[in-house]
């Protein structure tokens, strides 16, 4: 009986570990997933080359190539998102008609981390901005006691912004949602082509632009702060998403 490698010995051991320390998250979901494509390729490799079948050969080859078309579509999309995060850091306020901030979860009325960083961005910049309106966009889901719009109204009042700058869409339980039915509020007020600043989360400022575009709206975007394992996490997630979003648009 031929002996387990210590390289296939050390990848299970890792894979367990970060089981262990972080749960089945996508981050470590992707990182598995990477491990185990690279150990088949080694392997198909090592094979070829002790029985010298041309089949081996050609099928390591074969995934080499989708590895690497893969790699590089991967570095260009987290390269993407990453450029548009740092030119979030700079918005010129005078490019601005609106501020729309994303909702993102309660826990009954109170606005889970995710929400909290985007409405402590959002506020930020409508403290430094005293004459702009914002769209607070959010409805109610399972386990929240209002609609996200409502707590975010509330939070924005309690610290600084004034009540009459507060335009509320209680009804989106989506990213599209989101912005459609903020698009469709702020058409009835007599704003038919506002440029919006969409406040959201770090990981999620590219995919919310595209759909704004989608929807014909002139956006920028706008970063609140997630811890790093989120980031990381989540900036992964968003590869398959932006994919998705762009395989949909190509096939439409």
Do not use: C, W
């Not at 080499?64 to 998102?81: D, H, K, Q, T």
């Amino acid at each position: 009986m031929k002996k387990v490698k210590p390289i296939y010995i050390l990848s299970i051991l890792l894979i367990g570990l970060l089981v262990i320390l972080f749960g089945r998250t996508f981050g470590v979901l992707f990182i598995s997933a990477n491990l185990v494509f690279i150990l088949l390729i080694l392997f198909l490799l090592k094979r070829y080359r002790a029985s010298m079948k041309k089949g081996f050969d050609y099928m390591a080859r074969f995934l080499i190539i989708v590895y690497g078309v893969f790699l590089l579509s991967f570095i260009a999309v987290e390269g993407f998102i990453l450029y548009e995060l740092e030119k979030s850091k700079d918005v010129n306020a005078e490019e601005i008609d609106v501020v729309i901030i994303l909702g993102a979860g309660l826990k009954g009325e109170i606005p889970s981390k995710t929400l909290l960083s985007r409405l402590e961005a959002g506020k930020a910049f409508l403290l430094e901005n005293k004459e702009l309106p914002v769209v607070v966009s959010g409805g109610q889901g399972e386990g929240e006691s209002i609609s996200e719009a409502e707590a975010m109204g509330l939070y924005l009042r309690e610290h600084g912004i004034s009540g009459g700058r507060i335009i509320y869409e209680k009804a989106s339980t989506t990213t599209y949602e989101n912005l459609r039915n903020s698009k469709e509020i702020l058409h009835e007020m007599g704003m038919k082509k506002p440029s919006v600043l969409i406040v959201t989360s770090d990981y999620h400022v590219v995919r919310a632009k595209m759909i704004a575009d989608e929807l014909a709206l002139d956006s920028h975007g706008l970063a609140g702060r997630s811890p790093l394992l989120v980031k990381v996490n989540y900036f992964i997630r968003e590869y398959f998403a932006i994919v998705k979003t762009l395989g949909e648009k190509f096939l439409s």
